[in-house]
């Protein structure tokens, strides 16, 4: 079977008022690097990652902040559930999400290769969120983990893309060549 078989996309999730909602949030907040899992601590690593992150969290002092942290934990809980059935993927059990984050990838900005479990982190599954697509580059590619062949996401706002964390699945952003990517992020426990 092919590594797209487990890569599971949903579409239409919110209403589009919702999603322009949080674009003008994001567009005044402010977004710090984005690191990347180390032996020992996260590091920023730019050769590596070109990525800015505003973490979404239920306990920050924007009530805005806390508004989205909610609703996208809700969702993201609702879609790995669904993932779980529609895979048949009962021996993926999953605790909690954790870390939800937008990611803002302006020119220039990517993430190479990678897989998103990490001793330190031990993920089950990913999520990734589309907020636009009015951007050039910035493609979410998978990969068999032979490297045999590579599979390109088609780029639509309000798209949810769900997947393993593990090893099977390794993927990047590529870089984007013109405009600024939105997406939400997060992971399961």
């Known amino acids: 079977m092919e590594i797209k078989n487990f890569v599971k996309i949903y579409d239409e999730i919110l209403p589009y008022p919702s999603i322009s909602s949080i674009i003008r949030f994001l567009n005044v907040v402010k977004f710090e690097e984005a ?4 032996h020992d601590k996260p590091l920023v690593e730019f050769n590596v990652r070109r990525t800015w992150v505003y973490p979404l969290n239920p306990e920050n002092e924007s009530l805005t902040n806390v508004h989205w942290a909610n609703l996208f934990h ?32 302006e020119n220039t900005g990517f993430y190479n290769w ?6 330190s982190v031990p993920r089950t599954f990913s999520c990734i969120f589309l907020l636009n697509n009015d951007y050039e580059g910035g493609n979410l590619c998978f990969r068999n983990p032979d490297g ?3 599979w390109e996401v088609e780029i ?8 393993p ?19 939400v992020v997060a992971w399961a426990l």
């Not at 639509?156 to 997947?163: A, G, H, L, S, Y």
């Open 74 to 105: 809700n969702i993201f809980l609702e879609k790995i559930k669904q993932y779980v059935k529609d895979t048949k993927a009962l021996d993926c059990p999953f605790k909690t999400i954790i870390d939800i984050a937008v990611l803002k990838y």
């Open 35 to 38: 690191k990347i899992l180390g």
């Open 165 to 183: 964390s593990n090893f099977l699945y390794p993927h990047t952003v590529k870089p984007v060549t013109k405009g600024t990517r939105y997406s």
């Open 156 to 163: 639509k706002p309000n798209r949810m893309i769900v997947w």
């Open 114 to 119: 990678h897989t998103d479990h990490a001793a």
């Open 148 to 150: 045999s062949g590579e």
